[in-house]
């Protein structure tokens, strides 16, 4: 009867196990996973001993075959004079967006936030991704997510929640892109 | 004659852009960070044994270090790493002129500066990869 009790538990944990894994594996959950990889990787570049920017082009272009040619983006204000959001119609007005992060922005950190079951667990558990099949084909996916970035020219870190909306064609390019950022807070040391 | 002002004209003009363009060129980074190693060390070495003198020749050689350093970020706009340098090229001023006076105390004070900001710029912008490093934009 212990042994049938024990043998039970195990093959429920590893039910468990192998499900949490499946979410885990999702198509959706890689999708998000290789855009933020993509994002986060733009400050992976370095500068000659000669004082030549290498490997940043392969990191623009690279970020860049995520998108689709009439990919239309809306992101944060990226412009001092800018207050609201940007729309960005096109591949190539994208990816002068894009160049602009590689360019101006170091210690790229932006992270799926996580989740439990319980009220206040939102800093562990399950990095959740809701994802919908879009009635003109594709998929649409939409995550939470923590922005940390420090700027290039002086090194002030900054940080912010934010969400990311994004529209896959059937072709499985980026053809819509909401990169949503609320409250941007410095941050400084105490 | 308005052929030959033009002919002036353009051969200063070539001069000026060949003089911007050498002038412009800088030693590879790594040679200029090696000398800096080398020359922090002997300064380090001469100021604890009081050899003003040697001191101050240290800290001349690393005043033109930092201004070669500084020289490499500028086209950049890496404010940061354009200020560390700046700073340490005062610092390397200071101590020269502290030595030049005599002064060994106020030398060592003005050479903790030059590594603090050694030491802050290379925590932002050097990247240890175990084969040696990497500079960080």
Known sequence: MRQLIISTLILLLAAIQLQAQAA???????????????????????????????????????????????????????????????????????????????????????????????????????????????????????????????????????????????QYGPDGKIHRLRLLLAEIDEVKPL | MNRQVVFIVIVIAAVFVFATAFAQQHRPYN??????????????????????????????????????TEAFWAPFDTQDAISFAKRARDAAAAVGAAAKGNDIKAAQESYSVIQKNCANCHFSHREETGKGFLIKP
């Open chain 1, 24 to 166: 885990a594996d999702s198509p959706e959950q890689k999708l998000a996973e290789e855009w933020l990889k993509q994002l986060n990787a733009l400050d992976d570049w370095y500068l000659s001993v000669d004082g030549k920017e290498e490997g940043v082009e392969q990191l623009v272009n690279s970020m860049m075959d995520l998108y689709a040619p009439d990919v239309l983006a809306e992101v944060p204000p990226h412009d001092k004079d800018q207050i609201g959001p940007v729309m960005i119609r096109g591949k190539e007005n994208v990816r002068k967006w894009v160049e602009r992060i590689a360019k101006t922005q170091v210690r790229l950190n932006y992270i799926l936030k996580r989740q439990t079951e319980g009220p206040t667990g939102e800093y562990e558990g399950w990095r959740l991704i809701y994802s919908t099949k879009l009635p003109w084909g594709g998929t649409g996916i939409a995550f939470q997510i923590i922005g940390v970035w420090s700027l290039r020219e002086d090194r002030r870190r900054f940080m912010a929640p934010g969400a990311v909306f994004i």
């Open chain 2, 31 to 68: 040679q200029i960070m090696k000398d800096v190693g080398a020359t922090f060390a002997s300064l380090k070495k001469n100021l604890d044994a009081n050899s003003a003198t040697a001191a101050a020749q240290d800290a001349a050689k690393l005043e033109g270090l930092f201004a070669e």
